[in-house]
């Protein structure tokens, strides 16, 4: 399974933030080809401190070359482009090979 994490910065205004990830972004981004699994949930901290980070968002597709063929794709690039109408803190974005422990 390969996978991205998009780890989104906190917006200046969150209620409107999720207003449009729930009702725009996840939408498009749901229409990948070969998306196997997406998540998201806003993130908290066990100590109640505030997180790095305010949302993040996990993506799986069967293989690297299946992940870059559906990001490169329109939907990917539609969902990708719309990042620039909400996301203005900043993203921080990682990809790896999953390796199942259990």
């Keep these: ?7 989104y910065h906190h917006p ?3 209620d409107a933030f999720m207003e449009h990830y729930r009702s725009v972004h996840a939408p498009l981004a749901k229409r990948m080809p070969d998306l196997a ?3 998201y949930g806003v993130c908290e901290s066990l100590d109640g401190s505030k997180p790095e980070y305010f949302l993040t968002a996990v993506l799986d597709w069967p293989t690297k070359e299946a992940a870059l063929a559906s990001l490169g794709s329109p939907q990917g690039q539609e969902g990708t482009g719309d990042l620039a109408n909400f996301a203005q803190a900043g ?3 990682v990809t790896y090979e999953t390796e199942t422990v259990i």
């Design 37 to 39: 699994a997406y998540t």
């Design 91 to 93: 993203v921080a974005i």
């Design 12 to 14: 200046a205004d969150p």
């Design 1 to 7: 399974m390969y996978r991205l994490v998009v780890n």
